[in-house]
Structure formats: C-alpha cells, structure tokens
C-alpha cells in the first residue's frame, strides 16, 4: 500500500493504491487529503471489494500507518494486519505509480477532482486488463474489477 500525489486545480491531491505481491493492482482511492481518515477510507474499501490482507507493507507514512491501527482495533477478529514498515518491501507498488504518473504527466493536470477521479479509474482498468488480471474472472477478481469500473 502507497500514495502518491497528483496535482488537481493546481493543488495535491492524493492516490491511494494496493498492489500484491505479484504487482497486480488490488484497488486505488484517490482523495483530496492525506490523512489517517483517508488511509482508512482506503483500506475499508479496499477490505470490502477484496479480503483483509495478513500483511501490508508501507513506507514511512504515519497516515497509513495510523489507518491500519484503527482498522485493527475495528476487526472484531483475533488476526489483525500486520504492519510492515521499509521502504524497500514497497517497491512493487512505487513502480506501479510510474506507469499512472507517466500518463499523468502527458496532460499537464486536472482541473477538477472528479474528472481525476474518472481518469484515474480508467487508466487502472486499462492496466488491469494489460497486465492480464482479468483473465482468470474468479469471483473476487470480478468484483473488484466491477469496484474499479463503477
């Protein structure tokens, strides 16, 4: 899991993102903030479309790392998620920014948040569908295509 900024009206703006192990794109929330309330946001959507991870892996990030706290202390489950925190385990999800930055960056930016947010979905699914994860339509990788194009 990683953010990364992108301008909108001038201003940052921020893109959520999880990636597996495999550097299959898991789900992505972009928001206007960068805050333990976002980080939470992400993950409950994330958790929902998908499953709750046994491990995630952050860089430094003091948001995300108090947004996995308070979903741990929402889980009324005995297994909470495991925080991994070195910014060389997260190096998977920071190559996968720079396929969204590259497209990004061909335009000068955004005028407004919600035809980001409208971009920034599409050039996910079109990702998903380069990287072939779409292949198998199992059920979860269905639903959380369905999330992503929504």
Known sequence: MDETYIKVGGNDCYLYRAVDKFGNTVDFLPTKRRMKSSAQKFLDKDIGNNSKPRVINIDKSGANKSGI??????????????????????????????????????????????????????????????????????????????????
């Open 69 to 150: 706290r308070s979903i741990n202390r929402e889980l009324l489950t005995v297994k909470r998620i495991k925080i991994q925190q070195c910014k060389y385990l997260n190096n998977i999800v920071e190559q996968d920014h720079r396929n969204i930055k590259r497209r990004i960056l061909i335009d000068t930016s955004f005028k407004e948040f919600e035809s980001a947010k409208r971009t920034l979905a599409n050039i996910t699914v079109v990702k998903i569908i380069r990287k072939g994860q779409i292949a198998d339509l199992g059920k979860r990788t269905f639903k959380t295509f369905c999330s992503l194009a929504a």
